[in-house]
Nanobody
Framework: QVQLVESGGGLVQAGGSLRLSCAASGRTLSTVAMGWFRQAPGKEREFVAAISWRGGTTHYTDSVKGRFTISRDNAKNTVYLQMNSLRPEDTALYYC?????????????????WGQGTQVTVSS
């Protein structure tokens, strides 16, 4: 089992930055791919970013390309999402997820473990 705990969310003005962290316990993350997803009120959960087990491959949804960066520190069992140039439409509950495979995936159904989420609110 893997327990994931997100942190780093908060309220920020448009154009600002936040860095989300996802700390894992119960198992090392060094052999699993990780992803970030988000869900805004009244909307479906959507893919944001994913990273392969060694960090060599990353994927982003089009709306965050050039603004968000996913990274990982396997020695710290932690994955990060650096979010720059934030927009009001980025407001959502952000979830960290892990899958029992090395390859990154953009599909939520392919992830096996989920955190409880951290709220990001961007004011205009």
């Amino acid at each position: 089992q893997v327990q994931l705990v997100e942190s780093g969310g908060g309220l920020v003005q448009a154009g600002g930055s936040l860095r989300l962290s996802c700390a894992a316990s119960g198992r090392t993350l060094s052999t699993v791919a990780m992803g970030w997803f988000r869900q805004a009120p009244g909307k479906e959960r959507e893919f944001v970013a994913a990273i392969s087990w060694r960090g060599g491959t990353t994927h982003y949804t089009d709306s965050v390309k050039g603004r968000f960066t996913i990274s990982r520190d396997n020695a710290k069992n932690t994955v990060y999402l650096q979010m720059n140039s934030l927009r009001p439409e980025d407001t959502a509950l952000y979830y960290c997820a892990a899958r029992n495979y090395q390859a990154a995936s953009t599909l939520a159904v392919q992830y096996d473990y989920w955190g409880q989420g951290t709220q990001v609110t961007v004011s205009s």
